[in-house]
């Protein structure tokens, strides 16, 4: 895997680079590959609810979200944490570019539930306004008031080509800086998150934790997402 | 009467609202429940509609009749009581 080490070792070429990223999943927060926080085993809601309380999140209208969105939630949330992306760039100049396999299948399971006997058909306008993924990366972007492109694709597995492709593109062709990408699924009793941030080199030449970053390319997003180290 | 219909309004709303980390004794009943006190929004507003429908059997139109009835938990507790009280009426009348 290529990583900086330092300074003096930056490509000559442009790069896209994996400045920190983020995983919870098996009841674990891992930010950049190390455990942060160890919740009690337990559903994806109780694992949200703690997570949410461990970071002194302060935020009511998470408790409204669908677990979907309480995990992108809560990753872009603690991503984010300590980081200066939010003062770095414009909302225009970030995107959110994400990924999973079963969409919003939750919430579209509970609202049909709600109207599939006519004598009992009493929808939820809360649950039915889950009922599309891109609702979870809206919320992201709601938070921290990002505006730029912001996408949901589902796949049956994480497809780290794709993002490094399509991330790659957006950076190219349009006035992107910096994206948070990356894999956010929830449905049952499964989930697994894995977000992190992309931005240009030539952007993060004053950033601390620059030893830290990964050169964006599929093999690298890979290897992170199967939690190997660095 | 009023005050358990009031009692048990806050409870259902906690419940269906998902208020976190709030219970009845915190909700003022007269306090508007939009915009400041619970600092509800347009979704709430629409499921306070489907709560009303589905546990008081009572239709209402949310565009209308909405802001008036859903000023505070009061305003709502007093609509539920007068619609009672009318169909009661309609109903001595008809047997």
């Not at chain 1, 999140?57 to 408790?63: E, L, V």
């Not at chain 1, 300590?82 to 100049?93: A, F, P, Q």
């Not at chain 1, 912001?150 to 049956?156: D, G, S």
């Not at chain 2, 509800?40 to 629409?46: E, M």
Request: some cysteine; hydrophobic content about 40%.
């Amino acid at each position: 895997m290529e990583i900086y080490e330092n300074f003096n070792i930056l490509p000559s070429r442009m790069e896209l680079l994996i400045t920190r990223y983020i995983q919870l999943q098996d009841h674990r927060v891992l930010l950049n590959g190390i455990v942060e926080y160890v919740s009690e085993v337990g559903s994806v809601g109780k694992f949200n609810r703690s997570v949410y309380r461990h970071y002194n999140i302060d935020y009511p209208k998470f408790f409204k979200m669908d677990n979907l969105s309480k995990l992108g939630f809560l990753s872009a949330e603690i991503l984010l944490q300590g980081t200066d992306i939010l003062k770095k760039y414009l909302g225009e100049e970030i995107a959110i570019i994400l990924e999973n396999a079963s969409s919003s299948l939750e919430s579209d399971e509970k609202h049909q539930e709600s109207i599939r006997d006519r004598n009992k058909y009493f929808p939820s306008p809360s649950v039915f306004v889950y009922t599309l993924p891109n609702i979870m990366a809206s919320e992201i972007a709601i938070r921290h008031k990002v505006k730029g492109e912001n996408t949901v694709f589902i796949f049956e597995q994480f497809e780290p080509e794709f993002i490094d492709h399509y991330v790659s593109d957006l950076f190219r062709n349009q006035r992107v800086n910096c994206c948070l990408s990356g894999w956010i699924e929830c449905y049952g009793d499964h989930y697994q998150s894995f977000l992190f941030i992309i931005e240009q080199e030539d952007k993060i030449k004053r950033f601390k934790g620059l030893q830290e970053c990964v050169i964006l390319n599929t093999l690298n997003v890979e290897k992170l997402f199967k939690g190997k180290s660095i | 009467m009023i005050e358990d219909l009031i009692l048990k309004l806050k409870k259902e709303i906690i419940n269906e609202l998902n208020l976190e980390n709030i219970t009845p004794e915190d909700m003022d009943a007269e306090a508007p429940l939009f915009r400041k006190g619970l600092g509800l929004d347009s979704i709430d507003a629409l499921e306070l509609v489907v709560l009303l429908e589905e546990n008081y059997g009572i239709k209402i139109n949310a565009s209308k009749e909405g802001p008036k009835i859903f000023y505070s938990i009061k305003t709502i507790a007093e609509y539920i009581l007068n619609h009672q009280k009318k169909i009661n009426q309609c109903s001595e009348r008809s047997s």
